[in-house]
């Protein structure tokens, strides 16, 4: 299979960047074999190289690039390419991709070196004393990715490498990803299944690192050259589309000239242009939306000064135009992982025609093109100094590749790792959450509240018990969704918790699936856990259920009163005459299990068999099933002698709590503290994180059963206490 790469002039046009071509380099490669240049001008195949770099940095030193210029032709001379051009046009050609996309002067320095250390006699320590240890480290971090093998067998430490290579200076990754384009451009003197190989690693790992590092110029064109290779039958249809297409009106010239006089009407000073989408875009238009519009193959840019001028717009075109709501996000005020800034959105034309339009400031787009690239040099300590409070103090170290550090510094098994970064590799959506404190959190689609944990704490995240989402609480499996707002709930003794196997079903993301996987191999036994029912530190006297489920003699059975009733058991009264009014002279008063009235609860009682009478509160449930029967109520009322104490009272409470060591001794501790007896409990086996303990209680005071629940839902991982007979909430799941 032939690789017939994207006509490299073309998508030089389409995307507005200069593209150097192959005259240009047979060009450079002649004045390479005529030699450097006199000592007081730059050499003629680096002077395209300087005037590119002049248009972004004025004043910027091109003695120090006419100087590695001068090294990397003398130390590469007699060295020749695979197409038969000097090799000096390699390094050439990946200096002025870097260029182009307003790389500083030292990142261009090391791209001129960053083969010499490798394939000629020249020295990282020759390289450092003529240009500096910062060039020296770059050159170095360079080699070391070339040495690699790309092999399958090595792909996990290859990658371990690179990244640790990149890790404490990004322009390695930079000067990596350039050289791979250029070695793309040039891929058809390769055998075809060489090609295959190098597009797919190029595919794999470097389009996707090239995406998370924001470098949008050069990963677009990449996807295309991979496009050509990989697929060159849709590759071919998708470029026979775009000719058709371009010998038609454009309607997106026509919506550019409306928008401009639109603004121009608003008096917004704005740069509006139409910038087509490049092959893989098209192609994955086509499989989104079928048949495509010319409409379709690209979309207004629309350039303005400040942050502010892109809201005007933004409601301009929203007045003035249909807008398509569902289309419209806001990456200004919410930036994407990789710096990403820009409003997008869709609008309705004059002839019904939809067209998608960004909106952004010239310096947005320069980070959108170039990523990490058009930050310039971090290190520099003007711009350091200059850095907003509040922003990430080293733009070189995005929070993505900083955590990819601390996965394979955490993770000894390149395997693991390997597999761990394919997977983050191969999520290409990303949402947005918001945290209680007002930070963001970035976050792959599909990932749960276990995810956003680890995103969040790290390793502290060990001890999360649950989560509030959209102030609902919710397990920790709940997937989260785009614009979600989340407060994570943590445990109090954290030392006492860690997470179970269970959470690796919920984790989508590698960092947390690698500290979960670290915490588990370090506690084989797991957490502490419950001890047995009856058997928790402080409440030996529990035992069983809460009481026995069987009808009392006397209480209604399903002869007379239908099969609700029959399963409403009641308790015995002490001193059924104290507290208790009942208008039926004679009877025997129970205090019905289901909703244990206390003082000074609204009650209503129903006659049963055998002379007594079953109390209930008015909110029980049971009470409108009864009613709903046509039972008869009969009165009843605390008596008005009747202070709260005097007798003693049960109540059945049920505590709602994230599973966690310890609580069901924390949970009778609090009870007790409260002057209540515990007559029985039992907890429920978790589910989902969550577990459920139901508490038969003996009180002496009735007026103090409010004081008694707000105690226990004071203890750490209870959200909800409820008394028997009210219905309990459902938690989003």
Request: hydrophobic share 40%; with cysteine.
């Amino acid at each position: 299979m032939s690789a017939e790469a994207p006509d490299q002039a073309a998508l030089g046009r389409r995307r507005g960047l200069p593209r150097i071509d192959l005259r240009n380099i047979r060009r450079f490669g002649r004045a390479a074999l005529l030699g450097p240049a006199s000592r007081d001008r730059l050499p003629d195949a680096i002077e395209h190289v300087a005037k590119v770099h002049r248009a972004y940095h004025p004043g910027a030193d091109l003695d120090v690039l006419r100087k590695a210029y001068v090294l990397a032709e003398s130390s590469h001379r007699g060295q020749m390419r695979k197409s038969g051009e000097p090799y000096i046009t390699h390094p050439l050609a990946v200096t002025l991709i870097l260029a182009e996309l307003g790389a500083e002067t030292t990142t261009l320095t090391a791209s001129l070196l960053h083969d010499t250390v490798e394939d000629t006699e020249v020295t990282l320590d020759q390289v450092g004393e003529e240009f500096g240890e910062e060039v020296r480290y770059l050159v170095d971090g360079v080699t070391k990715l070339e040495k690699v093998d790309y092999g399958a067998a090595a792909e996990p430490e290859t990658f371990r490498k690179m990244l640790v290579a990149t890790g404490n200076d990004v322009r390695v990754m930079s000067i990596k990803l350039a050289d791979r384009l250029h070695n793309m451009r040039t891929l058809g003197v390769m055998r075809p299944e060489k090609q295959v190989r190098i597009a797919k690693v190029t595919r794999d790992v470097l389009i996707p690192l090239a995406e998370r590092l924001g470098v949008q110029a050069l990963k677009t064109e990449l996807e295309d050259l991979v496009f050509a290779i990989l697929h060159p039958e849709e590759y071919a249809r998708t470029r026979e589309l775009l000719q058709v297409h371009a010998g038609r009106p454009d309607p997106l010239a026509r919506a550019a000239e409306d928008v401009r006089a639109v603004l121009q009407e608003a008096g917004i000073t704005a740069e509006v242009l139409v910038r087509p989408r490049h092959f893989v875009s098209v192609h994955r238009a086509g499989i989104k939306r079928g048949e495509l519009t010319g409409s379709d193959l690209g979309r207004l840019l629309v350039l303005v000064a400040e942050d502010a001028d892109c809201y005007a717009v933004l409601g301009e075109l929203h007045t003035c135009f249909t807008p398509v709501i569902s289309e419209f996000k806001d990456f200004i005020a919410v930036p994407k992982f990789n710096l990403y800034q820009s409003l997008h959105t869709a609008v309705a034309g004059r002839t019904g025609e939809v067209a998608e339009v960004l909106i952004r400031t010239h310096q947005m787009h320069r980070v959108a093109e170039a990523g990490v690239i058009a930050l310039g040099n971090p290190y520099a300590p003007t711009e350091a100094a200059a850095a907003p409070e509040g922003e990430r103090a080293d733009p070189t170290r995005p929070g993505w590749l900083s955590r990819l550090l601390e996965w394979q510094s955490a993770t000894p098994d390149p395997d693991i790792f390997w597999t761990a970064l394919r997977d983050d590799l191969a999520q290409d959506r990303e949402i947005t959450v918001f945290r209680s404190d007002g930070g963001t959190l970035g976050l792959p689609a599909g990932a749960s509240c276990v995810d956003a944990a680890y995103a969040q704490y790290g390793e502290d995240a060990h001890s999360c018990i649950g989560a509030r989402v959209n102030g609902r609480i919710a397990t920790l499996s709940t997937v989260l969704c785009d614009g979600d707002t989340l407060q994570l709930l943590m445990a109090g003794d954290a030392a006492s918790s860690g997470p179970s196997p269970e959470w690796l079903d919920h984790a989508r993301t590698p960092a947390a699936r690698i500290a979960i996987n670290r915490w588990l191999a370090a506690h084989p036994a797991g957490p502490a856990h419950e001890p047995p029912q009856g058997e928790a530190p402080g409440a030996e006297h529990l035992h069983g259920p809460a009481e026995p489920e069987e009808a009392e003699p006397g209480e209604a059975g399903p002869d007379d009163s239908g099969p609700d009733e029959a399963a409403l058991p009641v308790a015995p009264v002490g001193r059924p005459e104290a507290g208790i009014v009942v208008d039926l002279p004679g009877v025997i008063v129970r205090l019905a299990r289901c909703c244990t009235p206390v003082p000074p609860d609204a009650i209503t009682g129903f006659a049963v068999r055998g002379g007594a009478v079953t109390v209930h509160r008015e909110r029980c449930p049971a009470v409108a099933r009864m009613t709903a029967a046509g039972r008869a109520r009969v009165g009843v009322r605390w008596s008005e002698e009747y202070d709260g104490d005097g007798g003693d009272y049960r109540v059945t409470l049920f505590a709602e709590a994230f599973s966690r060591p310890h609580l069901l001794a924390d949970l009778t501790e609090a009870i007790a503290a409260e002057g209540a007896e515990v007559v029985a409990a039992a907890v429920e086996p978790p589910r989902e994180q969550r577990v459920r303990h139901t508490y038969t209680l003996q009180l002496s005071d009735a007026g103090r059963l409010p004081t008694l629940m707000r105690a226990m839902r004071d203890v750490p991982g209870v959200y909800d206490v409820t008394r028997e007979g009210r219905r309990v909430a459902t938690a989003r799941s």
